[in-house]
């Protein structure tokens, strides 16, 4: 494997947060105090309207090469709410969906009715994909609702119940799929390509790949786009509330990630390629069981 550790950005010194105007806060309202993700970070690269053309471009082709069979699988993320903005703007056939674990920060959650009356105009809904009951309280009854913190595989056991079984339903009978994966989020992502191939043998787009997180939040402040408050308290990677803490400058972007675990572990198996192995077989023993009694 490549050394991609050159490619990966930590959480960037702050730009001097000297003008707001014409800034939005996390909900579309008035400006935001200073301290706001927007006035620390908004910078976009010198080349950002390329990158933004080449997202646009790649948005297009994903709906022209997988007419009605391509999902945008959103986190509710920034990167992920530029996505939308731009699928609604361009009035793009591409489906949204999200996976909502149970374990969402209330801020994550209500941002599911804010797209969709922020894109009202445009009829934009989204999918909410949730994990199979039956599944979450047999796993909680056998490990407790912190099994998380005891081990990697009962972490990824959650994850698989809680994200990988409902992405499955989510991308079923769909051909392409969306994500707003960037290249210097982590060491793990620094190989990835803007376009790619699922282990499933789906297409995969990553149109943000190539974006910086000052690019991230000049599209933000530009265009205006609803984000979680959360990013407004250093968290730049969001998932689960049990799984997410607030970073410290210098850190890597998903250093507030399960934090608790190595590095080379970080990811919940949504994006890691495995083209050799079925996503069922990434689950330990307890969580394949359950998936088998349903
Ligand atoms: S991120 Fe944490 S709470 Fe969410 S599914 Fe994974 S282990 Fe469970």
Redesign the pocket.
Known sequence: MSDTSSLISTLPLPNDADDAEGAVSSIGGPAPAAGSAINLYARPSADFDAKLADTVALLKAAAAEHPDQVVQATSLGVEDMILTDLIAKHRLPIAIGTLE?G?LHAETSALIPTIESHYAAEGLKVEVYHPQAEAVIEFVRHNGDKA?YKSIDL??G??G???IEPLGRMLANRTGWITGLRREQSNNRGGMLAREQDDKGRAKFNPLIEWTWGDVWHYVQAHKVPYNPLHDQFMPSI?????TRAIAVGEDFRAGR?WWEDESAKE?GLHVHQPDEPVAEELPPLVSSIESKN
Do not use: E, H, L, S
């Not at 998932?239 to 799984?243: F, M």
């Open positions: 674990t374990m998380m972490r990824k959650c994850c119940i809680r994200k998932g689960c509330a049990p799984c399960w919940c």
